[in-house]
């Protein structure tokens, strides 16, 4: 799969999905560190990279439908959640070729301990 990393995730995110065997790319390293939401999805959507991110608004699947996507991943996590536990968690939810599979056109909202996935 190939992954388009938002900047609110740690430098290391994209590092790690390439340990998992995946292709990705941080919006930081194409000078995409502080666009709009707006133009990070639209790259994500024209280049087919599943967005990968922690910004709650990327849910809302009126702005950001699903379906228009490889897939729209958003780690609701706690504040407080530590770069290797965020890291962690991804790493699990990579683990699971079913939860890949699925992923095409749908939101997937990633929780410590749960997964929820929204149709196209």
Known sequence: MRFLVDANL????????????HEAVDVRSVNMGAADDS??????????FCLLTRDKDFGDIRNYPPADYAGIIVMDLPDETVANDVLRILE??????????????RLAIVQPGRVRFRPA
């Open 10 to 21: 740690p430098l290391s995110t994209a590092a790690r999905i390439q340990a998992c065997g």
């Open 39 to 48: 133009v990070i999805a639209n790259h994500a959507r024209e280049n087919g």
């Open 92 to 105: 699990s939810f990579l683990s699971r070729k079913e939860w890949l599979d699925l992923l095409q056109g």
